[in-house]
């Protein structure tokens, strides 16, 4: 038990289906992160929340669209997602974005499949 | 370009033996290093960091290892056991960006 929990654990949505998958931290951390886990690619940062603020979009296209409503939680909204979208989305959590030496804890992740 | 790479995808090592993961990173900028496990269905999970002023760090039965010369990392776990089997990544933690950088990830087999 890291201390961050994902729900759901799995979800198969259709193309056009909305979804929307939770995070929650218990560890008083003030920055939170959103990573894509593809098979056989390194994990890739997708969005990063520093006191609820967004401080990093890595490019990300917009039927992914995170949402922060304060340190503790973190959202991701998923819209008429591409079969390619499908993959391990991992939430993290960290005392603060930009302090060197900061780990970062990871939560248990959401399957995602997209048919 | 970021990356941080690891050598080899697959390390398959006998239990007893100790095994040597290593990871290769491209910008000397980077001030903190991760080494992370995952087991399967699960998330990362950390496992021992070192700073860019250390070059030697240990912790029950890991010890990893920095060059910044040749701007590389490795993990050491002695004694490996089955309950070490997953998937390993080195990570970098460049300062003020908050940004950390995944390598691709080596598996690590145990054999009986």
């Known amino acids: 038990e890291t201390g961050v929990t994902q729900t759901p654990r799995h979800l198969v949505m259709g193309m056009t289906n909305k979804k929307s998958l939770k995070c929650e931290q218990h560890l008083g951390h003030n920055a939170m992160y959103w990573y894509k886990q593809s098979a056989k690619k390194p994990l890739e940062l997708m969005f990063v929340y520093n006191f609820k603020e967004q401080t990093e979009n890595n490019s990300v296209p917009s039927r992914f669209s995170p949402e922060c409503p304060n340190s503790s939680h973190l959202f991701l909204h998923l819209h008429t997602l591409q079969p390619e979208d499908s993959a391990l989305y991992l939430c993290a959590s960290s005392q603060g974005q930009g302090l060197t030496g900061t780990e970062a804890f990871f939560g248990q992740g959401t399957r995602l499949t997209v048919v | 370009g970021e990356s941080v790479g690891l050598h080899l995808p697959t390390l398959s090592v006998q239990e007893g033996d100790n095994s040597i993961i290593n990871c290769a990173y491209s910008n000397s900028a980077s001030d903190y290093f991760i080494w992370y496990k995952q087991e399967s269905g699960k998330g990362p999970q950390f496992i021992i960091d070192i700073r860019s002023n250390m070059d030697k760090r240990q912790g029950q039965r890991v010890t990893v290892l920095l060059n910044k010369t040749v701007k590389h990392l490795s993990l050491q776990i002695a004694a490996t056991q089955p309950g070490d089997s997953a998937v390993y990544f080195c990570?970098?933690?460049?300062?003020?960006?908050?940004?950390?950088?995944f390598g691709q990830g080596t598996t690590l087999q145990v054999k009986p």
């Open positions: 990570a970098e933690n460049r300062g003020n960006t908050g940004k950390l950088i």
